[in-house]
């Protein structure tokens, strides 16, 4: 049997990512936030997917140039 996705509701991800609701539902609008599930009309994220979306962000510097 395949492995279940451990989903969250978009309530308890803003909460730990200490983002507004809105912020979540803006991303997803726009198609920019993490990738999402759709169960009854309910937004539903799964943390793998979560996780893995955030490590393809992680930045070294805010610098944006190369060094000459």
């Known amino acids: 049997m395949p492995e279940q996705p451990d989903l969250i509701k978009k309530e308890a991800l803003a909460a730990e990512w200490d983002l507004a ?3 979540l ?6 198609g920019e936030g993490p990738p ?17 979306w955030l490590a393809e ?10 060094a000459a």
């Open 21 to 23: 609701t809105r912020t």
């Open 25 to 30: 539902d803006n991303w997803r609008y726009r």
């Open 36 to 52: 999402f599930v759709k169960l009854n009309g309910a937004v539903r994220y799964s943390r793998k997917a979560c996780a893995q």
């Open 57 to 66: 962000r992680e930045c070294a510097s805010t610098g944006g140039g190369s």
